[in-house]
């Protein structure tokens, strides 16, 4: 049956968009794509929807020891991130931005991370955001993983703006299906967690589309985001990946 959507439900946008430049079509794609999420979301239904564009200068890009992440470490001698992120989160001792974002997601119903398209990935800040965030005991734990993730019950979308054509991302294209890039983001890092994972909404190429191909794939996602609660999560399984 179509799911409801959740009274007073969150839903937070994490943006991760380079400066203006050469990448400007995709970058402004992007970030109208992130004020439709607020202007769909912020009403009587949805009165936490937040749209946090990650920046260096508001928030770290990666996890290192030289910051104060972890507290003190459980084993100086031998230094392993997610051993020592585990042991701070079991003693509440994550740094405040960690535990901020954390906050986040617990309340959150469904969460869209919105980024340009990196080397078939995200952005190294929004990467840093996950390594950081989603940290064993609070995202998941073994057991405790897939569905039976910590985060089990909300919903995650990828929003993101690509650098080449939709042909060259088919199955005979030179860059290959789009879906064998979705694997480790969505099958290994979102679906490991418990999220259920919605179909992606991709815009290839704003940069070589035109002004209307690009009013198109704004209002294609505004559209979408009417009626985003009625979907069905796909089958975040080989198939759906590799399949035929």
């Not at 937070?12 to 979301?41: N, Y």
Request: charged content about 20%.
């Amino acid at each position: 049956q179509p799911r409801a959507q959740p009274t007073g439900s969150s839903v937070p946008g994490l943006t991760a968009d380079p400066p203006p430049g050469r990448t400007q079509r995709r970058t402004s794609i992007s970030q109208e794509h992130g004020r439709l999420v607020l202007l769909s979301f912020n009403h009587r239904d949805a009165p936490f929807a937040l749209v946090e564009g990650l920046t260096p200068r508001s928030w770290a890009p990666r996890a290192v020891l030289s910051r104060p992440d972890l507290g003190a470490l459980s084993n100086p001698s031998f230094f392993n991130y997610g051993v020592e992120s585990h042991e701070a989160y079991r003693r509440k001792a994550l740094s405040s931005d960690i535990v901020e974002e954390q906050k986040k997601l617990q309340e959150a119903d469904l969460v869209i991370f919105q980024f340009p398209l990196y080397w078939f990935s995200v952005p190294a800040i929004l990467k840093g955001w996950m390594d950081r965030v989603l940290c064993q005991g609070f995202a998941f734990d073994f057991p405790g993983f897939y569905d039976d993730g910590f985060l089990k019950g909300k919903l995650a979308v990828l929003s993101f703006t690509t650098g080449g054509t939709a042909e060259m991302y088919s199955k005979t294209g030179v860059r290959g299906d789009f879906r064998y890039f979705l694997w480790p983001l969505q099958h290994g890092t979102l679906h490991f967690c418990g999220f259920k994972v919605l179909a992606p909404q991709v815009s290839f190429g704003p940069e070589y589309a035109s002004e209307e191909e690009r009013r198109g794939m704004v209002a294609a996602w505004a559209q979408r985001l009417k009626t985003i609660w009625e979907e069905e999560p796909i089958d975040c399984s080989p198939p759906w990946y590799f399949g035929p």
